[in-house]
């Protein structure tokens, strides 16, 4: 397992020191983003009112779970539930709308669940056009191994199921921002575009990513995958475990896994209540 030496440790709000948080027993309301990197899985968990914060790496989405399985929600960046047939998943070609202009190139077309099986991208290319009439591109292909992952553990897993939501950063900087971003996030201009808008969600979120960074080599984690793993956690936080979803009722894939886009739609939420939200210091 591939993790930080402070694993499960939280640190506390306005302090240099550590608290210890159990990982089954902690009274600490805890919600979690996660993303893909080269190094596995990369997992940004907040408490839910006092500020808390924590960076991990696991080398396996089990091993994840395993410490994050009392987690209010954990909005991870990877499909769940895939496509079936010639047709796109419609909460893809529901975000994609959400993220024009410029955005919508983000969101990868999910593969169809027998590509799951294919033990090379010649194969995995050949089984997506039979069945859906298109090819595979080489960056869905590169996914391919971390959606299997994630596919098998929910599959198996009823509770896994339930706590894990499909999410995708760019979908939720637009909803929190009213608008797509207008770089692309791997820019330094794109980069600063997404931490002001997180600074005024949480107002932490630069000296995390400092922090993290500091932390592990960027052959492991890169700094994108930092800033998208944190969004999705803050968003998590901000709709306090309920989030807008596309489709609003969603369907399901023949595996029985349910097919939405979990993220915050600030413009539907902007009513009393919203500025309620605790603030971290």
Not at 39 to 68: C, I, K, M
Not at 163 to 180: D, I, Q, T
Not at 184 to 203: C, F, I, N, W
Not at 241 to 249: A, F, M, N, S, Y
């Amino acid at each position: 397992m591939i993790q930080s030496e402070y694993t499960h440790l939280w640190e506390e709000a306005g302090a240099n020191r550590l608290q210890h948080i159990p990982e089954k027993q902690g009274s600490a309301v805890v919600y979690v983003g996660i993303d893909g990197c080269p190094g596995g899985w990369f997992a940004v968990a907040l408490t839910g009112e006092d500020g808390g914060w924590l960076t991990s790496l696991y080398a396996t989405v089990e091993e994840l779970w395993a410490a994050y399985g009392h987690a209010r929600l954990l909005l991870i960046d990877m499909p769940i539930g895939l496509a079936d047939g010639p047709l796109d998943r419609r909460c893809d070609a529901l975000a994609r709308e959400r993220l024009k202009p410029g955005r919508a190139s983000s969101i990868f077309p999910a593969p169809v669940r027998e590509v799951l099986e294919a033990a090379d991208y010649a194969e995995a290319n050949r089984v997506q056009r039979e069945v859906s009439g298109r090819g595979l591109s080489r960056q869905s292909w590169g996914l391919v191994g971390k959606i299997r992952e994630l596919d098998e553990l929910l599959r198996r897993d009823p509770q896994a199921r339930e706590a894990f939501r499909e999410s995708h950063p760019e979908l939720v900087f637009a909803g929190l921002s009213g608008r797509p971003m207008e770089h692309g996030k791997k820019t330094e201009d794109g980069y600063a575009e997404r931490m002001s808008l997180l600074q005024s969600v949480y107002p932490s979120s630069g000296r995390i990513v400092e922090e993290t960074l500091a932390r592990y080599p960027r052959r492991t984690v890169r700094r994108d995958d930092i800033v998208d793993a944190l969004v999705l956690a803050a968003a998590a936080r901000l709709c306090g475990g309920t989030p807008d979803e596309l489709p609003e009722t969603g369907d399901t894939d023949r595996a029985g896994l349910r097919r939405t886009i979990s993220f915050v739609d600030r413009v539907r939420r902007s009513k009393p209540g919203w500025a309620e939200i605790p603030t971290p210091l």
